[in-house]
């Protein structure tokens, strides 16, 4: 049962910083993280743009800050569980908090700090495909080779989809590609060489049903979304690369103070459940700005804060980090 | 603030944006897509997919009609409705709504 002084939850900008600054501290913590990689939202959503707003970096592509994020924090040497989430929260009579996540670990900790953006993601739901028990359904993508002797069928229109249909093109005995759009939202180079593929495009087309038996699916019906007319494909393995949809949660289920989407805290980033803390964009407080710079301050405050209540007697400042860490030369900044 | 989908959207349908759209704030009217200005996050990810050019940031002063108008799918009873929508925190599995904002339906009819 891993145990910590802080575990924090959601390895975005604001978890990674806050991860460091367990380090500053000399608090051993836990890093969990519902998606399968570090970098949060913007290594999920935005990883090619370019942030202009990030103190000392006038332009930095979200890949990069990631990156560099992801050097520092692993300094504090964070144990790190990713594709999990944290389902439940509770108080233990000495004092110190356990939380439970759905690939059932359990975490004893002193203090939890919520650094969940807007919340865990979840697949996109697909009707279905998600109601088919049987085998062949694979969410999550395995190497090229093992999908030489399958029929696959993938749905969605985004870089997933279209990436992984071009991956398995030339090594499936056939990929289908299954898009409800008349047009893919996937980078253009990566469309073009689809274009150029072997693999079978539908538009404007939606799996309707998955047919099977013991084996597993055998056959999907794709339906054209205007005009209704359907046809029946040989398929072995289905892959829905639809993305991800994010929602708070089992977290709202905490007690916490919770005003829409977001978790209310005080000037220390408490939140008024016993050494429960949160910080970055899941925050609210009046006069809140909601961008990443305002959280990479509030994890400071939060690690800071919490350092303190956790060792009676230490001060919430940390002292100057260039006093105190030997250069390191890592990422981006150096 | 939120972002807002303007009149280029009336008839397109497209639905690229609802498939981008992070937290499923994006709304089927009959002929229409509207973002709910609570549920939005601002991320923009549905400017850039949409094949009109009908998506805008919060902070474009361009259109305030449709700011508004996104706003009343969601807080005004729509034609032919008691209640308002509100925020049922999910486009996807709320389904489409069938009915526009009369500003949109005004719009359908005239064209």
């Not at chain 1, 370019?50 to 994020?69: M, N």
């Not at chain 1, 040989?234 to 977290?251: D, E, F, K, R, T």
């Not at chain 2, 009149?7 to 973002?35: A, N, T, W």
């Amino acid at each position: 049962m891993p145990t910590a002084d802080i575990l924090i939850i959601g390895a975005g900008p604001a978890g990674l910083f806050a991860a460091y600054y367990t380090g500053v501290r000399g608090l051993r913590c836990i890093l969990v993280d519902s998606l399968p990689h570090l970098g949060g939202q913007v290594a999920a959503l935005y990883p090619e743009k370019f942030v202009y707003d990030v103190a000392g970096f006038p332009a930095v592509r979200g890949r990069e800050l990631i990156k560099g994020l992801t050097a520092q924090a692993l300094s504090a040497d964070p144990e790190i569980l990713l594709g999990e989430e944290c389902s439940t929260l509770e108080e233990r009579p000495d004092g110190t908090l356990r939380v439970t996540t759905t690939a059932g670990t359990e975490v004893t900790c002193g203090a939890v700090l919520i650094t969940g953006g807007i919340g865990r993601f979840v697949p996109r739901p697909l009707p279905a495909v998600d109601v088919y028990v049987g085998e062949g359904i694979h969410r999550v993508v395995g190497p090229a080779e093992d999908y030489a002797s399958h029929d696959v069928v993938i749905v969605g229109g985004g870089d997933s989809a279209v990436d992984w249909a071009n991956m398995l093109a030339e090594t499936a005995r056939s990929v289908t590609l299954v898009h409800r759009r008349a047009a893919f939202t996937a980078h253009e180079s990566s469309v073009a060489q689809l274009h150029e593929s072997s693999v079978r495009i539908v538009m404007e087309s939606e799996v309707a049903d998955l047919i099977g038996g013991n084996e597993g699916v055998t056959h999907a019906e794709i339906t054209h979304v205007k005009s209704g007319e359907s046809h029946i494909v040989p398929v072995s393995v289905v892959i829905p690369a639809l993305g991800h949809i994010a929602s708070l949660g089992p977290l709202t289920n905490w007690g916490l103070s919770i005003k829409g989407r977001q978790i209310e805290v005080g000037t220390d980033m408490s939140t008024g459940r016993s050494m429960v803390y949160a910080a970055g964009d899941i925050t609210d407080y009046p006069g809140k700005v909601r961008l990443m710079v305002v959280g990479f301050g509030e994890a400071a405050t939060a690690v800071n804060n919490i350092a303190a209540r956790l060792r009676p007697g230490e001060a919430v400042f940390p002292g100057h980090s260039s006093e105190l860490m030997r250069p390191v030369a890592v990422g981006i900044g150096v | 603030m939120a972002y807002v989908i303007t009149g280029e959207c009336v008839g397109e349908m497209d639905g690229s944006c609802v498939d981008v759209c992070p937290v499923d704030c994006i709304y089927e009217g009959l002929e229409k897509r509207y973002i709910n200005p609570n549920e939005c996050i601002d991320c923009g990810a549905c400017v850039t997919v949409c094949p009109v050019s009908a998506i805008f940031g919060p902070n474009d002063p361009q259109q305030p009609i449709w700011v508004d108008d996104n706003r009343a799918f969601f807080e005004l009873p729509l034609p032919t409705r008691s209640e308002p929508i509100g925020d049922p925190g999910g486009g996807s599995s709320y389904g489409p709504v069938g009915v526009d904002t009369p500003l949109v339906a005004e719009q359908v009819a005239g064209a």
